[in-house]
């Protein structure tokens, strides 16, 4: 069993701390951009949602610093290896398929919203599969060339994104009025705590470290890449959130599909070249996209290959249809959020509720040897 | 089996006689191969190895008031008749009779190699051959052969004259600033102006032949003190490797060496210029210099060296970083203009300003072709100027671009076949691909636009957004000599990127890179 986890991930492919962070923020940052303001607000109905997004990433960050820490329980193996060293071996690998069905259901769901919004704005009329099919051909050649290549596609991505969306976001000053965000607290607490849920899913991307955590060079400082990535998603959410809200108002917010891109083409820039930013704001938007989608893809295939003990290969290109299958199940876009809210569940139990029991089983049964 | 056994038969009647054919000729090559004492046969064998070829000459005389027989033999053109003459000829004929005359009165019995190399031939390249075959390749290669009656063996006298050009301004390089030196098609200029650049005693050439018939020289420059030992292995593997009869250039060693020969992208750096390949060397680089061309090359390379020049280090540094930052843009524009317009055209004219919209629509609203056609036509039309531009000679050429450009467009403007719109964004991709420093990447960068076109024809924005990200996947994926070709971008490493999109001052770029693993990660200074 040693043995085996340095054959699969081989011993040069490990990936330095801040590209972990890297990894967090772009796994993190997804659908939930365009949607948070208006999910978060359908529960909330108060301006205090930016409350709610701060501690939906606080609770983030605990449930990121526990799977971290349960990953270091076992150096150089990913939750496929260990989980069997904690539950047995049966329960383990369901543990593992359920985990890596979690990351296909991502993927095809990511994919999925990509291609809603795609065909919503720039694609009318274009079939789905032909948004699909060479997002993920695309993205099966990135892949093949395992975590590196990966990883340094993520770096370049990250630093367009901030600029890019920083910028687009700050146009919309214009529009902003600060009584939309007013009152705070105007109806106590209790609005806040019903959102957070809803808030904290948008932060799912830390079970990324389940696996990194076996890839790290310096697996001591996994905790503060974790933080650091998270900490950055909550930076993002909460620039989305605010600007959103403050130009479309609450009840502006919740009747509209996708409030974040509503807001940046509700208003031009006269005087500039660019007098329209949608579609900057799109384009990053889609390489976001395509980081959650490789990252889900690859860890499932790793998952497989891991479980089964065999290359990755055969599993990155297994996995393609299976992942395609679920990217054409939703018939329309409701069923691709209530997809989307599936997902959320899954990985509430997965990776909310489930690492905490398996740290302390780990540390108990590591304490007894 | 009757046939069969007749015919093993036969076959062994012909082996016999091959083998005894092979023995035979075998026997005589040695007995032509060495020298024998007879000078006259000497001479013949030497005759029937090269002497077929007309501009090998044989020169017979006597030495001094000897009477011994002797004779030259060199290649015309290729051997300096000057020395021949100053240096063989006139000691061998004139000044030895009265020298040997004073110091020794028996003339035949002491004629000695000993004396002929120590004190008759002022010449300081002089080796003794025994094989004719070795005489042969030495005096095809330039050097002078000298037969005495009764010596058993030849002289070689190095009087190789290579006819080389002087060092002139690099063509495909120039600089407003920097030297004005650039390497030429001779292997020993190069070395020497490499060795004449400063560090010359860390500097290590190694050299190597390459190519099976016909052989060239090739040296591999490294600074011992700062090199990775493990890259000078791999380069001098790879280069081993090499396995083709001839090597007419540079070219074909990088395209043989390089890693990934299915990438648009160029993995080897290819110079003329010798401050760049010592700047390289101080990074920790390795250069491979060829004999016969003046392109040297450096290995590895990465993508953000290709975007950059010699003059950025040496203006100062706001200038430096300025121009650039102008590059990266460049290589955005030249990448993507066709394509965004084609997609925002034929996709989402509703992302255009509206003003924008306006205006563009109305200049395109006669054009009878889809903005996929009306660009690959310019596209390609400017394509072809600029390779005839190149082609032609050299005071035609650039009236030529400027002639054939600003008619083609005016003209398909005015017959409404493309809009102007167009042609701007044409003219714009062009000066951009023009102005990167690095010509392969130019070429690299063109090809690349049109595939971008492609995309953006069959899906818009998102076409062109999967473009990027499939060029970016193929670049952090691709390593040139063990080094990722995306950094010291990715991954991130702040402390380089000082030398990056900008170029701070020198007296902050304290360290080599430190992909290079160096020995020394300290510039002085």
């Known amino acids: ?369 | 089996m009757k046939m069969k056994r007749w015919k093993s038969k036969m076959r062994k009647i012909g082996n016999h006689a091959n083998e005894n054919e092979n023995k035979q000729e075998s026997a005589s090559q040695d007995s032509t191969n060495q020298f024998s004492d007879e000078f006259i046969l000497n001479l013949e064998v030497v005759r029937k190895e090269i002497g077929h070829n007309s501009d090998v000459h044989f020169r017979e005389f006597i030495i001094g008031h000897t009477g011994i027989q002797a004779s030259i033999i060199f290649v015309e053109g290729l051997s300096d008749k000057d020395l021949i003459d100053k240096h063989i000829m006139t000691s061998l004929m004139a000044d030895f009779s009265i020298e040997y005359q004073q110091e020794q009165p028996d003339v035949k019995e002491s004629l000695s190699n000993q004396f002929i190399k120590n004190q008759v031939l002022s010449i300081s390249d002089v080796e003794e051959v025994h094989s004719i075959k070795e005489l042969a390749s030495k005096v095809l290669t330039g050097s002078t052969a000298l037969l005495i009656d009764g010596l058993s063996h030849a002289f070689i006298l190095g009087t190789t004259k290579l006819k080389t050009r002087t060092i002139e301004e690099p063509v495909s390089e120039a600089l407003v600033r920097g030297p004005r030196v650039g390497f030429t098609e001779s292997l020993s200029d190069n070395t020497s102006l490499l060795r004449g650049n400063g560090e010359t005693e860390n500097l290590s050439l190694v050299k190597f032949q390459v190519g099976k018939r016909s052989k060239k020289d090739l040296v591999v420059a490294y600074i011992n003190e700062i090199v990775d030992p493990e890259l000078v292995q791999e380069v001098e593997k790879r280069i081993k490797k090499i396995d083709v009869d001839n090597v007419p250039e540079s070219g074909y060693v990088e395209q043989l060496i390089e890693d990934n020969y299915l990438s648009p992208f160029p993995q080897v750096q290819n110079t003329e210029r010798p401050d760049r390949v010592m700047a390289a060397l101080m990074e920790g680089r390795v250069a491979i210099l060829l004999d016969g061309t003046p392109f040297a090359l450096i290995a590895p390379v990465t993508f953000s060296m290709m975007l950059q020049s010699p003059e950025d280090y040496y203006e100062r540094w706001i200038p430096g970083t300025f121009i650039r930052f102008l590059r990266y843009i460049a290589v955005v524009l030249a990448l993507f203009t066709p394509a965004v317009y084609i997609a925002f055209i034929s996709f989402h004219p509703g992302m255009i300003p509206t003003k924008l919209a306006i205006s563009i629509i109305g200049t395109k609203s006669g054009v009878p072709f889809p903005a996929l056609i009306e660009a690959l036509f310019m596209e390609i039309a400017i394509e072809i100027l600029r390779e005839a531009g190149l082609r032609l000679p050299k005071p035609i050429g650039p009236a030529m671009g400027i002639v054939g450009g600003l008619i083609i467009g005016e003209a398909a403007v005015q017959a409404g076949i493309v809009s102007p719109i167009l042609v701007i964004v044409v003219a714009l991709t062009a000066i951009s691909s023009f102005s990167i420093p690095q010509y392969s990447v130019g070429i690299t960068l063109r090809i690349l636009r049109f595939a971008a076109m492609l995309c953006a024809a069959i899906l818009g924005l998102y076409g062109v957004v999967l473009f990027f990200l499939f060029m970016m996947s193929h670049l952090v994926k691709l390593k040139s000599f063990g080094v990722p070709y995306m950094s010291p971008a990715v991954p991130y490493r702040l402390s380089e990127w000082k030398d990056l999109m900008v170029r701070m001052p020198l007296m902050m770029m304290k360290r080599r890179p430190k992909m290079m693993h160096t020995k020394d990660p300290l510039r002085k200074g």
């Open chain 1, 1 to 369: 069993m040693k043995g085996r986890g340095k054959m699969i991930i081989s011993p040069k492919d490990t990936i330095t701390t801040p590209q972990t962070a890297v990894i967090v923020i772009n796994f993190t940052l997804g659908t939930g951009i365009l949607t948070l303001p208006r999910t978060s607000v359908e529960k909330v109905h108060t301006p205090d949602v930016w409350l709610t997004v701060i501690l939906g990433g606080l609770i983030a960050m605990m449930a990121g610093i526990i799977m971290v820490k349960l990953s270091l329980q076992f150096p150089e193996k990913t939750v496929y290896q260990y989980s069997q060293e904690i539950i047995g071996k049966w329960g383990g690998s369901l543990l593992s398929l359920l985990i890596v069905g979690y990351f296909l259901t991502t993927s095809g769901f990511q994919i999925r919203s990509l291609t809603e919004v795609t065909k919503y704005l720039l694609l009318e009329g274009t079939p789905t599969w032909a948004i699909i099919m060479p997002f993920m051909w695309v993205g099966l050649y990135l892949i093949v060339g395992g975590i590196n290549p990966i990883t340094r596609l993520f770096e370049i991505v990250l630093p367009i994104t901030v600029v890019i969306f920083l910028m687009v976001t700050f146009m919309s000053f214009k529009i902003f009025e600060v009584d939309n965000l007013r009152p705070v607290l105007g109806e106590g607490i209790i609005p806040i705590l019903k959102g957070v849920k809803t808030t904290s899913l948008a932060y799912t991307g830390p079970e990324i470290m389940l696996l990194l955590v076996a890839f790290m060079k310096e697996p001591s400082k996994a905790v503060k890449a974790t933080l650091g990535g998270i900490f950055m998603a909550l930076i993002f959410y909460m620039i989305t959130v605010v600007m959103v809200l403050g130009a479309l108002s609450v009840d502006g917010v919740v009747t509209r599909t996708w409030p974040t891109l509503d807001l940046i083409r509700s208003f031009e820039l006269t005087g500039l070249i660019f007098e329209r930013f949608d579609s900057l704001l799109l384009v990053v938007w889609m390489m976001q996209m395509f980081t959650i989608f490789t990252m889900a893809h690859y860890a499932a295939a790793l998952g497989l290959a891991q479980l089964f003990k065999k290359s990755i290969h055969p599993f990155i290109y297994g996995v393609i249809p299976i992942i395609y299958l679920i990217s054409m199940t939703p018939k329309n876009i409701n069923d691709v959020f209530k997809l989307g809210n599936m997902v959320g569940t899954l990985a509430l139990f997965l990776f909310g509720l489930l690492p905490l029991p398996l740290l302390i089983v780990a540390k108990w049964r590591g304490g007894k040897q």
